[in-house]
């Protein structure tokens, strides 16, 4: 609980009304997307712009009180549970896109807009962010560059990391600083705009981000390929890209989730083949029509049972739809929906898979897997029940060997989601000891007290690894 | 000096064939291709692995011996200039191309590599690895990721940094860490990959680099667009651009740079007119011809003099050596050579070179501007004698007022160069005192003892700023 004294001077700071401490309240937001995880948090607090949020965080910092930012809470690694209580962030007020510019092609904006106003507000003036987050509809922008939003437009353009060039950030002890600008190239000293983006809320409150934009492609065209054969699909996907086409998105999702896709959304997908690839395309449109037959000609080759394209803007939308609703689908199946994010080497996807499927069956589980296949990103979804204690204690185990295979792979395990709380303890596996050192000494010199949302990407404790026996 | 017993035990580590003290060595790597800066270094060595490397950091960072890691020493910011003495580090043993993967479009590379090299292995694999920095021929790639190199292709396809997804990387400590891998996206912790690119030497060793590839473009076309007035030409770039056109190469000679490059080269380059647009774009075929045409269109309503569209590969290259030679072209003038690397956004283009023109002027100086327009990125490059300690005062002057301009126009002191031991002093104008805190943060966490290419990127004194008047 906060003392009187910080309540107090919170209250002074951001006026009555943007602190809130009631039960109900703090109940809001004692979770976030994430299932399973769940910790009040002492105060919620909204600050009106960065000398507010620069006088929270000094005060915080010298009475040693857990400051956790948050946006819309959408993350999928309990990175916004406030799992050692304190203070929840707000950016409600702190939500203005502060400017367009169309001849540097950027956008300023502060942390609190939602993803998707940002990019109706950029497409209006012909341009394009790329990152696309499948939650952007609700997250904020300020959410996807703690988290280095990915999403299906990751291949071709990068992720939220690629765009940001520019950075105001307050730092625990208060300091508000600037990094990068509206500049193509700035080497003058580290690189603080990339370490911010994605850390996490661990270091510093991000207030202002300028980011980079690009010219809308002309045109797109949308595709589905479908397989009988899961190990044919996932070849498609190398062989696409090998072929020295990079489409814009390069999805893909298993049988499992495609009938409970298609029983949600009722759009008419194929549910009696084994894998399906959504595959896109955008640029000028002589260009995507010749990529569109070269990768119709790659699929047909890796024995692709039927090719769509997609006629019209309408049916292409509904395609992305589909995959955009794997996640809410799946989690009509059951109370629980554990959504994962093990990422490889992009030749490494069959593997993967197979990998997964072996594992779903060696602990009977419900796991239906998409996600991102032309970067190496599946998402395998878990539909269980947190109150069925036997079983989750399966998932645990079928988790923590996937994590295991994907390391094994030369993968990581996370590419979208972040580390949070719930990938701690296995974060020791990707990094060993030596790298987990590493960022630990980042943290402490921004961030001696540890008041920066504690207890996210670093565990108390790592998961012992599971010794695999072939 | 050297003690006996850290000499000792460095041969013991490396051999004696790769450890070298004599004067002549000593002085060979006493400067780099920074004017002005030289320092001996009190020993040379040459790892054959990461073993030894970690080995080497180990026995200086117990006795506090700096550390000077070093490719080929092409940099322009005195970056590895060994001011503070101690061990030069050389990756000549360390010089392989360990894999190209074709599937996951990957390179995986020793630090020793010669950047052009690496390009025309990639290259014959039909790979593309857009980075170019003029100095290609003989830098490293270790190098050029420890400077975050840019080059002629940054406004399309980025720099370096965009590149890099994997390291592995020597702490001071000796631990051995790797970071991110052959993957599209890796969220694991923060991204140390991202901050030791471009840190310059002074927080680990690079020992292995994982980059991304592309697919080789189809095609690409060369263009000069000649200018009687300098704003004409330095409008035209934010035109193409807002026009949503995104060239390869966007590059800006005025006429002193054209004069003396004509001189050097002699490729028939008009030397005429006031400035010249070097201008290329690449991709398919209908798109680059679609693209030109545009271009031409824009340059001509911004009263470009004249339009040539190169007719033949050979008449391209010719174009784009003499950009590349731009440097040793101005280096014929006079016996010192000071080429800096002033950044602003695309949109003060125009500004920065009038002010550049004032400066240049009003210190009677000879300064040929030339460089990445449609980055931002210009090298004004001043022609002058070391010896004439009169003159280096003013020349000194008007850079500080150049930087000064630069960051009043929303720029920064280096675009590509980085900080070195050159910039060190400037860097406090662009960060402030409260980002410099934050960088020595960092720095302190990972390199206590500040063994690591010590005296670069932090200054012991910041350059008074000019108060400039209106």
Redesign the interface.
């Known amino acids: 609980m906060l003392s009187n004294i910080v309540k107090e001077k919170l209250i002074s700071i951001v006026t009555k009304e943007n602190f809130a401490d009631s039960k109900t309240e703090r109940l809001v937001y004692s979770y976030d997307a994430t299932p399973n995880f769940q910790s009040m948090p002492d105060a919620v607090v909204a600050p009106s712009n960065t000398a507010e949020v620069s006088e929270i965080l000094k005060l915080c910092n010298e009475y040693n009180v857990p400051i956790v930012p948050r946006g819309s809470g959408t993350n999928l690694c309990a990175g916004t549970c406030p799992t050692e209580g304190g203070v929840v962030l707000l950016f409600k007020h702190m939500n203005k896109i502060i400017e367009i510019?169309?001849?540097?092609?950027t956008i300023t904006v502060q942390p609190g807009v939602i993803t998707l106003d940002m990019i109706h507000a950029i497409e209006e003036k012909?341009?394009f962010y790329p990152p696309d987050p499948s939650s952007m509809k609700i997250s904020t922008i300020g959410g996807n560059i703690n988290?280095?939003s990915?999403g299906l437009r990751?291949?071709k353009y990068g992720?939220t990391?690629?765009y940001v060039i520019g950075l105001e950030a307050v730092?625990p002890n208060g300091?508000?600083?600037?990094?990068g600008?509206?500049?193509?190239?700035?080497?003058?000293?580290?690189?603080?705009t990339?370490?911010f983006?994605?850390?996490e809320g661990t270091?510093v409150v991000i207030t202002e981000a300028t980011l980079k934009l690009?010219?809308?492609p002309e045109t797109r065209k949308t595709m589905l390929a479908l397989y009988q054969d899961l190990g044919a699909a996932a070849k498609s996907v190398?062989k696409i890209?090998?072929n020295?086409?990079?489409p814009t998105t390069l999805e893909f999702l298993d049988q499992p989730t495609l009938k409970v896709v298609e029983d949600f959304a009722q759009i008419g997908l194929p549910t009696n083949v084994q894998a399906v690839l959504l595959i896109e395309q955008d640029?000028?449109l002589?260009?995507v029509e010749?990529d569109m037959k070269k990768i119709a000609e790659v699929c047909k080759a890796e024995h692709a049972v039927s090719i769509q394209v997609a006629a019209t803007e309408e049916e292409a939308d509904a395609l992305r739809t589909a995959r955009r609703a794997a996640l809410s689908a799946v989690a009509r199946l059951k109370p629980t929906t554990i959504l994962e994010d093990a990422?490889?080497?992009?030749?490494e996807i069959a593997n993967m898979v197979q990998a997964i499927n072996d594992i779903t069956e060696k602990y009977h589980l419900t796991i239906c897997t998409f996600g991102?296949a032309?970067?190496?990103?599946l998402h395998p979804t878990c539909a269980t029940d947190a109150r069925n204690h036997e079983e989750m204690e399966r998932v645990e185990k079928a988790f923590a060997e996937i994590f295991e295979k994907a390391i094994e792979l030369?993968?990581?395990?996370?590419?979208?989601?972040?580390?949070g709380a719930m990938?701690a303890p296995y974060?020791e596996w990707?990094?060993?000891a030596?790298?987990?050192?590493?960022?630990k000494?980042?943290?402490?010199?921004?961030d001696p007290n540890n008041i920066m949302n504690p207890g996210k990407?670093f565990a108390k404790d790592s998961k012992k690894r599971v010794v695999i026996t072939r």
Not at 410 to 419: D, K, L, R, S
């Open positions: 510019d169309e001849d540097n092609l012909g341009l988290e280095n990915g990751g291949l992720v990391r690629d730092l300091d508000i600083i600037r990094t600008g509206k500049l193509a190239k700035d080497v003058a000293g580290y690189d603080l990339r370490l983006v994605g850390s270091l690009i010219p809308m190398s890209i090998a020295k086409i990079i640029g000028p002589e260009v010749r990422t490889v080497p992009r030749s991102h032309g970067d190496g990103n030369g993968g990581t395990i996370t590419g979208e989601h972040g580390v990938k974060l990707k990094l060993k030596e790298g987990i050192a590493a960022m000494a980042i943290k402490q010199a921004f990407v």
